[in-house]
């Protein structure tokens, strides 16, 4: 899939641009709604990110999100389906300069931990969070606009530090 990899300085209004979708969000999916979270590099203080808004989506069911996937398009959002993640609900707004990603999980699934996890690691160990910014830069100039090549070459640092923030987040 072609979109584009660019990773930027931190910018302070992601967390304005999260909060304004959250009441959209709220709005238009009602009670299905459980809670909805930041998540990824645009949720951490000071980390270069792709300036794309990542979203936890907690529903109390996802056949309910099924159901009512269409009405999505009212914010612009493209529904993907598990999109490789059984269990998991994928939307995405804009197609080659994407600007948010949704990844909606029934409430109590374990992704939802892994991610929140993740985030809160990296914003807790600041030298983390420097060495993967350093990571993601380079990867998106070597990447030449190849999101898998990119995914590919962070796949091991963050599964080794999601297994950390785990471990973490039990001990704290």
């Known amino acids: 899939m072609k979109v584009k990899v660019e990773v930027v ?3 302070p209004n992601w ?3 999260f909060n304004t979708e959250k009441i959209c969000l709220y709005e238009l999916l009602g009670n299905l709604v459980q809670d909805i979270h930041h998540i990824g590099s645009t ?7 792709k300036p794309i808004i990542d979203i936890i989506l907690e529903v ?3 056949d309910g999100l099924d159901k009512l996937s269409s009405k999505m398009n009212l914010l ?3 529904a993907k389906g598990e999109f490789g993640i059984v269990g998991r609900r994928y939307f995405v707004k804009g197609s080659f300069d994407r600007s948010h990603q949704i990844h909606a999980f029934q409430v109590g699934d374990e992704n939802i931990k ?3 996890a993740f985030r809160d690691y990296i914003k807790s160990h600041p030298d983390v969070k420097r060495e993967y910014a350093v990571l993601k830069k380079k990867l998106a ?3 030449n606009n190849n999101i898998d090549q990119y995914c590919d070459g962070k796949d091991k640092f963050v599964k080794f530090y999601e297994l950390k ?4 987040l039990t001990n704290t």
């Not at 949720?43 to 990110?49: E, F, H, Q, R, T």
């Not at 923030?165 to 973490?168: G, I, M, P, S, T």
């Open 9 to 11: 300085d931190s910018n």
């Open 15 to 17: 967390i304005n641009e």
């Open 43 to 49: 949720s951490i203080p000071g980390l270069a990110a």
């Open 60 to 62: 109390s069911n996802l």
């Open 76 to 78: 612009g959002y493209e």
């Open 114 to 116: 892994r991610h929140i």
């Open 141 to 143: 100039i070597e990447c």
């Open 165 to 168: 923030a785990l471990e973490w």
